[in-house]
């Protein structure tokens, strides 16, 4: 802490005090007048200064000029006569003010108590206090401050927070809620403090703990982010959720608080927005240890009024203990008394004065303190002869003083002269915080001009204080302000009239949005607010899809999704035309969101209204994109519905004489159908041709999915490496509300190459990943479960695989259920087979066939993602069971059948398995020539294609065939190769695996083992 005059430069929590005030400099303008205080008495020149505080960037001079302009106009400090900064013409500046150190930890310094003229707050003072002792032992602690506006919460938590501050080593940060739009936008306050701590001088380990624990935060402050480390960062939180976000902070938290306790400050809680309210929720439910206090103001009529969830979040934290609220009284006379005793200490005022405040006040600080003020501006109080005096009786001043507060604050106003009013009412447009930059334009004025008069206010304390000047984004600089209370605001802002209102808002919004970039997003809810109030609803539309995408970076879907609903009210207030564009794109986004939420039916009826909204307004290209999102939902719950809007928008697409667009929905269309109804070789034809148009017309705009769509289509006709190389490629490398899904598909493709490569033990690791990704960003795994319940079966663990699929459907899941279904039937149905070989139980077999034809049934199996893969293989299962029980005719038949549809399809490893069953088949019924023909078939197959699973069975039963017919040479040749495809699947698993060990264990592998016992089986056969 340095002293100089009646300022503290407190460096350990970046601000300076004056006596009872912060005054809020901001971090830039702290720095400049830090470093001329820790080398004050010397002269400082200007590139010193840039060398000091801009190392790595080039700074325009002038800039320095105007930071210490803003500076000296917060101290107070006058060109001409300057008691702090000298300026050094040509040369540079000088801090010439006396300098001294101090260091206090003692409670009883003066100093040290610093809003020295704070009354009647003893109570709330120690109720804090014994709540910050709690929490320095590390029980966390949550503390709501309540009471009607003007009645010293401000006040109090100031001065609570400036002892915290003075404690050695306490991290404090504030954040303030907004009202209007800040409500739109998630995390407000949390982003706020969050930025102060970043901005700290121990920043570095704030930065570090963010990097390491809560990734999703350190991504929302791009400048901290180094841009090579920007893509891993965005892959690690790929995916995450909003529960994943506040899980995160609250860790950070604890973290950063067992290196020193932090005191966290929460504004105005009544306008809070919902993630925000989350995430106190669980700061307040977690039973970690954490030495932290978070404060929270809020007016309880307020909360009421905008219906806000803080209440029964408060209630409910009441309830369990988890919070304290201390609830601010007005103020009893006495503590008036004792108000004027501090602000006139030696004073011959009329002992009646007091009383007369507070009946007029009715003890509302804030009115006592106008009263007090107007008394002294209107001349009843002066200061002569070294002392205040009374300069009329209190009965003539009586009847003057007004009868509300609003009205005091009014008078305030009307005192004012007509240019300093009119600045006042920009300024209580654009907001609490207004800088002269944005009213300048309001009111086409010179920046100049409006922050003298703004200082000059300042200066003579009225409504309005001076908050240090900014760098906007677009290099310039200029002063800011903020209304002393809300309340003064509010009632300046009431006076004006609707029209002028209007035309101030739209002026500010024009004004702010020169500033809206793509680093800048955050300003545009504030944009799309005063758009909104300007009746400027298109514009203010379009800043709320921005505002929208803003909330989704931080994995607030739902509060996105608020932000869009209002949007859709706008766009009914908008142009036909233009109304309609926006609303498609509003609903579209809305889809989007619902989509990342896992809400799959809200998603999908939110694209088919986009759908049908651009239909209605001719509005081609947008219909065919709604048209096409809509397949990624109903993809998932109704198949058939996804093909039929595909289908959709390739016809209206036809209509518009855009090849690049026919070509991408073609491929789409005819991929999905492939994928989702049936294989057809015309649509295998289609898809690809359309895939070889893109590339040929230079595509680069073919959205991820359509192309997972693709990859997906290559890796079932055998082509595993190019499907390999499209689904890494596939992986989302950027955060939007589409890419967790996207992730998911491309995830969900290269497993299905990788099994039918027989490359299990790497989909076990993707699968392992995949669930350890989905814990800790709070997502659903069904992905995964699925994965694990297919590689199960084809390590012959149908057990295990059964065992996967019940558990997924006895949990409670948003996702469609029809796949686990399937599978848990099948591998009960191999289950069943086992057990009928074994037991030579009958009974079992009819059970097999029972579950294999419910899969077959599309009643009882409606159609989900690659189902008439899992139809084929259940046929394959029935004749494997009719087989095995004797029935050579029904087996014969549904191994025709079988063979019949692999041969549609184009994938290698059905087609083998299909050969493989024709010649166990032939071989029952003795049929060597057949059975030696069908085995070819296969072994060809196998031999071209990288497909071990169907290989190893080709060969086994190759083996078994040329020992019937006595070729034992060529027996074992195939026996061999039948072991080293088993290998190579088994060789996938890391050693030591479970699932590589039942595997090698299998009896129908243990088989292929042990030739002398299956030789000795064929003989006793
Ligand atoms: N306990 C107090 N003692 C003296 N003055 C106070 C006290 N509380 C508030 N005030 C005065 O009232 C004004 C408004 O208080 P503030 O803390 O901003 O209210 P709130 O935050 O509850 O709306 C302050 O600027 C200060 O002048
Ligand atoms: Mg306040």
Not at 65 to 73: A, Q, T
Not at 397 to 405: A, M, N, W
Not at 460 to 471: L, S, W, Y
Not at 679 to 693: G, I, K, T
Request: hydrophobic content about 40%; overall charge negative.
């Amino acid at each position: 802490m340095r002293l100089f005059r009646s300022f503290r430069l407190d460096s350990a929590n970046q601000c300076l005090w004056r006596g009872e005030h912060r005054v809020p400099l901001t971090p830039k303008a702290f720095d400049v007048l830090r470093y001329l205080v820790e080398h004050s008495g010397r002269l400082v020149t200007q590139d010193e200064l840039l060398e000091a505080l801009w190392p790595e960037t080039y700074v325009n001079p002038e800039l320095i000029k105007k930071y210490i302009l803003g500076i000296r106009k917060v101290l107070g400090d006058q060109h001409d006569k300057p008691v702090y900064i000298e300026t050094l013409p040509k040369r540079g500046y000088q801090f010439i003010a006396p300098v001294t150190d101090h260091v206090t930890e003692d409670p009883q310094d003066p100093s040290y108590d610093v809003i020295s003229n704070m009354v009647g707050r003893s109570g709330p003072v120690s109720e804090l206090q014994a709540a910050f002792k709690k929490a320095l032992r590390g029980q966390r602690q949550i503390i709501f401050v309540a009471g009607e506006p003007g009645i010293g919460k401000t006040t109090l938590v100031d001065s609570f927070h400036q002892r915290a501050s003075h404690e050695a080593k306490v991290r404090t940060a504030r954040g303030q809620c907004v009202e209007g739009f800040g409500g739109k936008e998630p995390y407000y306050p949390m982003l706020d403090a969050l930025g102060q701590l970043t901005r700290n001088p121990d920043s570095g380990a704030v930065v570090q703990t963010l990097a390491r624990r809560a990734p999703t935060w350190l991504i929302q402050f791009p400048s901290l982010v180094k841009p090579e480390q920007r893509e891993a960062l965005h892959r690690e939180i790929l995916g995450a959720t909003r529960e994943r976000m506040v899980r995160e902070i609250c860790e950070a938290l604890e973290s950063l608080s067992s290196e020193a306790p932090i005191l966290l400050v929460f504004e105005d809680l009544h306008w809070v927005d919902p993630s925000t309210l989350d995430l106190i929720s669980a700061l307040a439910r977690r039973r970690e240890e954490a030495k932290l206090m978070l404060v929270c103001t809020y007016r309880p009529v307020d909360m009421i009024l905008s219906n806000s969830p803080l209440k029964g979040l408060k209630q409910d934290l009441q309830l369990h203990n988890l919070c304290v609220e201390i609830a601010l009284e007005r103020l009893p006379e006495p503590a008036i008394a004792e108000y004027l005793a501090t602000e006139f200490p030696k004073a011959s005022l009329p002992p009646g004065l007091a009383n007369f405040i507070y009946r007029h006040s009715e003890g509302n600080p804030l009115f006592m303190a106008a009263i007090v003020q107007d008394m002294m501006k209107n001349g009843s109080i002066v200061h002569d002869d070294e002392e205040w005096r009374l300069t009329r009786p209190l009965e003539t001043i009586d009847p003057g003083v007004p009868q509300s507060l609003q009205q005091m604050l009014e008078v305030q106003f009307e005192r004012l002269n007509a240019p300093e009013q009119r600045v006042l009412e920009a300024g209580s447009v654009e907001g609490e915080h207004f800088s002269a930059w944005a009213i300048a334009n309001a009111l086409a004025e010179k920046i100049d001009h409006i922050e003298d008069l703004c200082d000059e206010l300042a200066a003579r304390q009225q409504v309005i204080k001076a908050i240090g000047i900014q760098e906007l984004p677009n290099g310039l600089v200029a002063a800011h302000y903020e209304f002393r209370h809300s309340l003064y605001r509010q009632a300046i802002y009431r006076r004006l009239s609707s029209g002028r209102r209007a035309r101030l808002h739209r002026a500010i919004a024009e004004r702010l949005k020169t500033l809206s970039g793509p680093g800048r997003r955050d300003v545009a809810s504030k944009i799309a607010f005063h758009f909104e109030s300007g009746h400027e609803y298109e514009q203010a539309a379009r800043y709320l899809l921005l505002a929208a995408e803003n909330a989704a970076g931080r994995l607030a879907y739902r509060d996105c999704i608020q932000v869009l609903l209002h949007a859709l009210k706008l766009t009914s207030k908008i142009e036909a035309y233009l109304g309609a564009e926006l609303e498609t794109q509003v609903l579209e986004f809305i889809g989007d969101a619902h989509y990342a939420l896992g809400a799959m039916a809200e998603s999908a009826a939110a694209y088919e209204a986009a759908a049908s909204r651009a239909g209605q307004a001719g509005l081609k290209g947008a219909q065919v994109s709604a048209l096409s999102s809509m397949v990624r939902p109903f993809g998932l719950i109704d198949p058939d519905r996804g093909i039929a809007a595909i289908g959709r928008a390739v016809e209206v697409t036809r209509s518009m004489q855009d090849p690049l667009l026919l070509a991408r929905m073609e491929m789409l269309a005819a991929g999905c159908r492939l994928l989702y109804d049936s294989w057809r070789e015309q649509d295998a034809v289609v898809c690809q041709s359309a895939h070889d148009q893109l590339k040929e017309l230079g595509d680069k705009g073919t959205p991820p999915f359509h192309k997972m769509i693709y990859a997906h289509v290559q890796a079932l006709q055998g082509n595993y490496i190019e499907a390999l190389e499209l689904f890494e490629r596939g992986i989302p490398t950027l955060n939007q509300a589409t890419s967790l899904m996207e992730h998911f598909f491309a995830l969900s493709g290269k497993t299905i190459a990788l099994l039918r490569m027989g490359r299990l033990g790497y989909v076990l690791q993707i699968v392992r990943d995949g669930r350890e990704m989905a814990e800790k960003n709070g997502n659903d795994p069904w992905l995964f479960n699925f994965r694990e319940a297919w590689l199960r079966m084809l390590t012959l663990d149908f057990e295990g695989s059964a065992r996967v699929c019940e558990a997924i459907l006895q949990t409670e899941t948003a996702y469609p259920v029809s796949q686990p279904q399937t599978i848990a039937r099948i591998a009960r149905g191999y289950t069943a087979i086992a057990k009928g070989f074994t037991e030579l139980d009958k009974g079992q077999n009819d059970r097999a066939i029972e579950l294999f034809n419910q899969v077959r049934d599309p009643q009882t199996t409606p159609k989900f993602f690659l189902h008439w893969n899992w139809r084929m293989t259940a046929q394959l299962g029935v004749s494997e069971a009719w087989l095995q029980s004797g029935n050579l005719e029904k087996a014969s038949f549904e191994a025709d059948g079988f063979l019949h549809a692999a041969l549609e399809t184009a994938d290698p490893h059905l087609q083998a398995l299909a050969w493989e069953m024709q010649t166990r088949v032939a071989i029952a019924n003795e049929d060597w020539g057949r059975a030696e023909d069908c085995v070819h078939k296969g072994l060809e197959i196998v031999d071209r294609f990288e497909v071990p699973v169907a290989g190893w069975q080709v060969h086994a039963t190759a083996w078994r065939l040329y020992q019937s017919r006595q070729q034992y040479a060529e027996a074992e040749s195939h026996r061999e190769r039948a072991q080293a495809d088993i290998f190579k699947i088994a060789d996938s698993f890391p050693k030591g695996e479970p699932l590589r060990e039942s595997f090698l264990s299998a009896a129908p592998i243990a088989r292929i083992f042990s030739p002398s016992a299956e030789r000795r089986r064929a003989a006793d056969g």
